[in-house]
């Protein structure tokens, strides 16, 4: 799967309820001090991969896919997907409450953007997955292939380009009006399949990945698994009222024991709210933990760097995600013996693009592996020995994800990629992957990922930052009662 592929996979006026509710601009934020005794070092991250996220934007307003900094100066590339544009308006409040830009750079670059984004072409209130970044003309041949793109709406790449409206409109009140005209007809129901009791697989309560728009027709799969990155357009369609609360118990936290699956699940049937939920884990190095579907960093932890998971279900999320960054790290160090850690979709070093994770962390069978040679494990069976795991490819950001939960050895983990394989670019912060085994470091920076850097660094910095539009309104009626319900077996 490329990343063309990846990538993809009634609550009108309920944008409009709640993006008047949030709370004031961040101005004067960067007088209060920023949290820990290494916040400096955090701050320069920031300030670095920010400039990445400035030379990713075109001069029409849009931040590109990725950048080249292999020459001289960066080389943006042509296109953009909504995942992308996201990322650059929340990087941009971000930089404004950390004190990299003042209130009046923040308040100019979000509306220059917002402008961009009202010209883009929609269907259904939603975004195509590739436009050009330089005139948002929609994508209709890979730039850098000449192959046909079909016209796609991923849910959940709709899904950051609204977390990143909702944190725009929270930071800047005069864009409000604006983005929530935007917002009031982006409704979450065009994707979901309402929960059919008769025939829960062709009904099964969850969010399509997607809809071809030149025909109509709809993706054939659903994203079935609870702890990944589509659980925030659940999140999304839940708080605006678009989406039943009951769709986040037919999210799966592990398939049901009958079906083939990474791992035989443990766990148990429980009732909540009505619904018969398979509450599944799986055991990782003696620790029972609910797996994602590839078993990478970022479908499990880039959703709380927003909705506060952690806070609101504490022993359940909460738990969940300080196993799953434990078992990252084991893997690194003690399982594949790479000497570093932190897998998770990313550019290949020597080109490219590629899942990489952790396989027994995730659902899929043969899902994702944390090297190029594809080493996997399997259900009952004896690990891979250390040899077996060569060209191993760590990736930054996902050490920035795993801040919240194992602060000091991810900081040291970021050191020693800079320091071993000078993977950190003086100019735009942590190049976007390293392969440990030959050193070869990617010449490229993803908007995707660089985006996630700055979320993190600005959650360890300044906490709740970016949250506070998903403490209120929905959010704090609809989805912080599921949490706060929730009850994982581990």
């Known amino acids: 799967m490329d990343r063309r592929t990846f990538l993809t996979a009634a609550g009108t006026g309920a944008a409009a309820l709640s993006l008047g509710a949030v709370s004031a601009s961040p ?75 003042d209130d009046a750079t923040m308040r100019r670059r979000l509306e220059h953007t917002v402008r961009a984004v009202e010209k883009l072409e929609r269907h259904h209130g939603f975004w195509l997955n590739w436009y050009d970044a330089h005139d948002g003309s929609v994508i209709t041949h890979w730039p850098e292939s000449g192959d046909p793109v079909r016209p796609f709406l991923s849910s959940v790449d709709n899904a950051w380009l609204v977390t990143g409206l909702r944190i725009a409109a929270d930071a800047a009140p005069a864009l409000r009006p604006r983005i929530a005209r935007i917002l009031a007809t982006a409704d979450w129901s065009h994707y979901y399949t309402p929960y059919d009791p008769a025939d829960p697989v062709a009904g099964p309560g969850q969010l399509r990945g997607g809809f071809w728009t030149d025909t109509g027709e709809p993706t054939g799969h659903h994203y079935g698994a609870l702890n990944t990155e589509p659980r925030m357009a659940s999140y999304l369609g839940i708080a605006d009222g678009s989406l039943p609360a009951d769709h986040y118990w037919h999210l799966l936290r592990t398939m049901l024991p009958e079906h083939g699956q990474e791992q035989h699940p443990g766990g148990s049937y429980v009732a909540m709210d009505g619904v018969r939920v398979w509450q599944g884990h799986y055991t990782h190095r003696g620790r029972k933990i609910v797996p994602t579907w590839g078993g990478s960093m970022f479908e499990a932890l880039m959703v709380p760097l927003f909705v506060p998971e952690q806070e609101w279900s504490p022993h359940s999320w909460g738990q969940n995600h300080h196993r799953y960054v434990r078992g990252q790290i084991e893997h690194g160090l003690a399982e594949a013996e790479y000497g570093y850690w932190g897998f998770s979709p990313a550019n290949v070093p020597e080109g490219g693009y590629q899942e990489y994770g952790v396989d027994a962390l995730g659902m899929q069978v043969d899902g994702y592996a944390s090297n190029t040679d594809r080493t996997y494990t399997e259900d009952g069976a004896p690990l891979p020995p250390a040899s077996a795991f060569t060209n191993g490819v760590v990736t930054p950001h996902a050490s920035f994800l795993a801040l919240p939960y194992a602060h000091d050895e991810a900081v040291a983990n970021l050191r020693a990629l800079d320091r071993d394989f000078g993977a950190y670019h003086p100019g735009y912060g942590f190049r976007d992957s390293v392969n440990v085994g030959t050193g070869r470091v990617s010449d490229y920076l993803l908007a995707l990922d660089q985006g996630m850097i700055a979320a993190a660094l600005a959650q360890a910095l300044r906490p709740g930052l970016l949250q506070r539009p998903f403490r209120t309104g929905g959010f704090r009626s609809r989805v912080r009662p599921l949490l706060a319900k929730e009850r994982f077996s581990i």
Request: a positive charge; glycine letters at 10%.
């Open 27 to 101: 101005a004067g934020a960067a007088a209060r001090p920023l949290r820990g005794p290494d916040a400096p070092l955090l701050l320069r991250w920031f300030r670095d991969t920010y400039r990445s996220i400035e030379a990713m934007t075109t001069d029409f307003g849009l931040a590109v896919d990725k950048i080249d900094v292999s020459g001289a100066r960066p080389v943006q590339s042509r296109q953009t997907s909504p995942t992308n544009i996201g990322c650059g308006l929340w990087s941009t409040v971000a930089a404004a409450g950390l004190g990299v830009i």
